[in-house]
């Protein structure tokens, strides 16, 4: 590749970029499509595999994605609206607990200091517990209080069953046309690395994502049938948690214990089913969820998914967060991918001398 070239190569990424971050206010719901098609498309093929035509198996999914939808709508999050209006309200309560009975108790039993003035913080949750019914009021007139706002909003939502679509129906002949365009010397190469990529990509998304959809049916379920009253919430945030490995787990037994403590006291027999449910949760991940769902493939490292996201997010907002992943996984395979052209060197044969074996003393 000559100079000129590489400088060329260099400029379009540069404007490719530029042009991304002028247009991610309205790059969301073509992200989303583009998702959704990735996700979908490996259930496309099998039914085509069935010899069911490429349509008919677009039609079939998208079937199924608006019946969870409409599960989600009609069962779930009514479920989880009441459940957040009950903790806005038992926020006082709890308030009370932790200054009435937990904070003496570790100021006697540990020796710390009062330094927690909980008195505003109670304050401000009761004078507004009144208003936590008309929630869904508030959100309706701040999305309807500009027409032209709530017109673009609903055209974007409109959209991304449209993106989705088509781009499921097409996806094999977009991503046969690209392979195509691939400069003939680097096309294996290319493909090479992006195979890895959505190596990666699969591992997660496709693994991750259905590991977090099972431990949230499994930790939500579990702690409804101990009894806990926030049970559905936490249970759900343990399994949106487990993202990061072990994260879920920590942030859920940990929210569950303390609603428990508060909801039942001391009483040991719902702080053993909790602690049976989390674990049953962690065997199941690690014996069966995640060696059938995710299996040996490699996947994100769990604090370049935390980086990835937070960075994502700061930079480019919610779209940033859509990108996010898919950016990282480029950049790790990227980095292995250049991590070995290095040990092929011969800057790195001259760092150890072209042996592994420690110099001898003199």
Same mark, same amino acid.
């Given at each position: 590749?000559?100079?000129?070239?590489?400088?060329?190569?260099?400029?379009?990424?540069? $404007?490719?970029?530029?042009?991304? /971050?002028?247009?991610?206010?309205?790059?969301?719901?073509?992200?989303?499509?583009?998702?959704?098609? /990735?996700?979908?498309?490996?259930?496309?093929?099998?039914?085509?595999?069935?010899?069911?035509?490429?349509?008919?198996?677009?039609?079939?999914?998208?079937?199924?994605?608006? @019946?969870? %939808? %409409?599960?989600?709508?009609?069962?779930?999050?009514?479920? @989880?609206?009441?459940?957040?209006?009950?903790? /806005?309200? $038992?926020?006082?309560?709890?308030?009370?607990?932790?200054?009435?009975? +937990?904070? =003496?108790?570790?100021? &006697?039993? #540990?020796?710390?200091?009062?330094?927690?003035? #909980?008195?505003?913080?109670?304050?401000?949750?009761?004078?507004?517990?009144?208003?936590?019914?008309?929630?869904?009021?508030?959100?309706?007139?701040?999305?309807?209080?500009?027409?032209?706002?709530?017109?673009?909003?609903?055209?974007?939502?409109? #959209?991304?069953?449209?993106?989705?679509?088509?781009?499921?129906?097409?996806?094999?002949? %977009?991503?046969?046309?690209?392979?195509?365009?691939?400069?003939?010397?680097?096309?294996?190469?290319?493909?090479?690395?992006?195979?890895?990529?959505?190596?990666?990509?699969? +591992?997660?998304?496709?693994?991750?994502?259905?590991?977090?959809?099972?431990? &949230?049916?499994?930790?939500?379920?579990?702690?409804?049938?101990?009894?806990?009253?926030?049970?559905?919430?936490?249970?759900?945030?343990?399994?949106?948690? &487990?993202?990061? =490995?072990?994260?879920?787990?920590?942030?859920?037994?940990?929210?569950? @214990?303390?609603?428990?403590?508060?909801?039942?006291?001391?009483?040991?027999?719902?702080?053993?089913?909790?602690?049976?449910?989390?674990?049953?949760?962690?065997?199941?991940?690690?014996?069966?969820?995640?060696?059938? @769902?995710?299996?040996?493939?490699?996947?994100?490292?769990?604090?370049?998914?935390?980086?990835?996201?937070?960075?994502?997010?700061?930079?480019?907002?919610?779209?940033?967060? #859509?990108?996010?992943?898919?950016?990282?996984?480029?950049?790790?395979?990227?980095?292995?991918?250049?991590?070995?052209?290095?040990?092929?060197?011969?800057?790195?044969?001259?760092?150890?001398?072209?042996?592994?074996?420690? =110099?001898?003393?003199?």
């Amino acid at each position: 590749m000559t100079d000129s070239t590489r400088w060329l190569w260099m400029a379009g990424l540069f $404007l490719l970029g530029w042009l991304l /971050y002028l247009l991610h206010p309205i790059l969301s719901p073509f992200l989303i499509g583009i998702l959704l098609a /990735y996700l979908g498309d490996p259930l496309v093929d099998r039914l085509e595999r069935h010899r069911l035509s490429r349509t008919g198996g677009v039609v079939v999914v998208f079937a199924l994605f608006a @019946l969870v %939808l %409409l599960i989600l709508l009609l069962v779930l999050v009514p479920m @989880l609206g009441r459940q957040l209006v009950r903790l /806005y309200q $038992l926020a006082p309560e709890m308030l009370d607990w932790l200054q009435g009975t +937990a904070l =003496p108790w570790t100021q &006697s039993h #540990l020796g710390l200091q009062d330094v927690l003035q #909980l008195d505003q913080l109670k304050q401000v949750f009761t004078e507004n517990i009144g208003k936590t019914t008309d929630v869904l009021k508030l959100v309706l007139a701040q999305a309807t209080s500009s027409s032209l706002a709530f017109l673009a909003w609903l055209g974007n939502l409109l #959209l991304i069953p449209v993106v989705s679509f088509y781009l499921m129906r097409d996806w094999d002949l %977009l991503v046969e046309r690209m392979r195509r365009l691939l400069p003939r010397q680097r096309e294996g190469l290319v493909v090479k690395l992006t195979s890895e990529c959505h190596e990666v990509l699969g +591992a997660f998304l496709r693994g991750q994502l259905l590991v977090m959809l099972a431990l &949230s049916v499994i930790y939500a379920s579990g702690l409804m049938l101990v009894g806990l009253e926030l049970g559905l919430l936490i249970g759900l945030l343990a399994g949106l948690a &487990s993202i990061v =490995p072990y994260m879920g787990f920590i942030v859920g037994i940990g929210a569950a @214990l303390t609603a428990a403590l508060f909801q039942f006291g001391l009483d040991p027999y719902p702080l053993l089913g909790i602690g049976v449910v989390f674990m049953i949760g962690q065997m199941l991940e690690g014996m069966v969820l995640t060696p059938m @769902l995710v299996g040996d493939r490699i996947g994100l490292h769990p604090v370049a998914v935390i980086f990835a996201i937070l960075a994502g997010g700061q930079l480019f907002g919610f779209t940033g967060v #859509l990108l996010a992943l898919p950016v990282a996984a480029v950049i790790m395979v990227l980095l292995r991918h250049a991590h070995d052209l290095y040990k092929l060197s011969g800057l790195y044969g001259e760092s150890n001398s072209g042996s592994d074996e420690p =110099p001898s003393p003199a």
